[in-house]
């Protein structure tokens, strides 16, 4: 028997470890398949792209907004794996008459340390997210010393087009971002703000605009457009998932921010 709490709070008992897990958070589902879960995984979403062989070997049971909740039921899971960002609080709810439900809360990098630790608990891999956390610490703390010196940008994030939308505060792109020395322009207007493009030399001119490559994916053309809007920042197509995916990618993350930094320099 064993009760664990989630990052919203919510407390469950398990009387053995989850044997047939379905995860709703593409990131999610890498980190399972990187702390060595693969065959307890038996269903994901469409959005789960990475390891690519789960396409073919794992069910789909719809989107990270949109689920099959029949299909959920027929697999039989014994736990649900879901984030508050990327799952809907309805869909939760309507989960959790299944099976109990995992939900995660991610805002910063220590939030991140705090999922790997849960999961080695949840699913008996206590050595595997040790390693993990030690991996994504020594990361961070030589990315730390790399930055440490390197200017601070003023910026704006980009994550959706019509209406345009940028990333705001209280969210790990923003938590990101500022690990890297950027100062986000629209970390006082909430979490994902719409943007007015003809507002935006007046709401903090950036000196850099990036285009994430997801949730929608931005192309050169866009920057030529968004460009026009401020006094001749440098726009640039950044790999979302560098910015957004939380759980083992961040260690990919650090190498790739190296490079940006490298980049923005030259």
């Not at 794992?58 to 039989?76: A, F, M, P, Q, W």
């Not at 197509?237 to 790739?256: I, T």
Request: hydrophobic share 35%.
């Amino acid at each position: 028997m064993k009760t664990l709490t989630d990052q919203l709070g919510t407390t469950h008992t398990f009387e053995t470890s989850p044997q047939r897990i379905i995860s709703l958070v593409p990131s999610q589902t890498e980190l399972l398949y990187d702390l060595g879960q693969e065959a307890k995984i038996i269903g994901i979403t469409k959005f789960c792209v990475h390891p690519y062989h789960f396409k073919s070997t794992k069910k789909s049971v719809g989107g990270t907004k949109k689920v099959h909740y029949e299909k959920i039921r027929l697999l039989n899971p014994d736990l649900i794996i879901c984030n508050k960002e990327e799952n809907t609080q309805e869909i939760v709810e309507r989960l959790s008459e299944i099976c109990p439900v995992w939900v995660t809360n991610i805002i910063t990098v220590e939030d991140n340390f705090q999922m790997i630790t849960d999961f080695g608990q949840l699913f008996n891999c206590r050595t595997e997210a040790q390693k993990w956390n030690d991996k994504l610490a020594f990361a961070l703390s030589d990315f730390k010393n790399f930055i440490k010196d390197k200017t601070v940008k003023k910026v704006a994030y980009f994550i959706w087009k019509n209406p345009y939308m940028a990333a705001g505060s209280d969210n790990f792109i923003n938590e990101l971002l500022k690990l890297n020395h950027f100062k986000n322009i629209y970390d006082d207007k909430g979490r994902y703000p719409e943007i007015e493009l003809e507002k935006m030399k007046t709401e903090g001119d950036p000196e850099i605009v990036f285009l994430s490559s997801e949730p929608f994916p931005f192309k050169k053309e866009d920057g030529y457009e968004i460009g026009q809007y401020t006094n001749k920042a440098q726009t640039i197509l950044v790999d979302g998932e560098m910015f957004s995916w939380y759980g083992s990618r961040l260690l990919k993350a650090f190498d790739y921010f190296k490079m940006l930094r490298k980049n923005l320099e030259k």
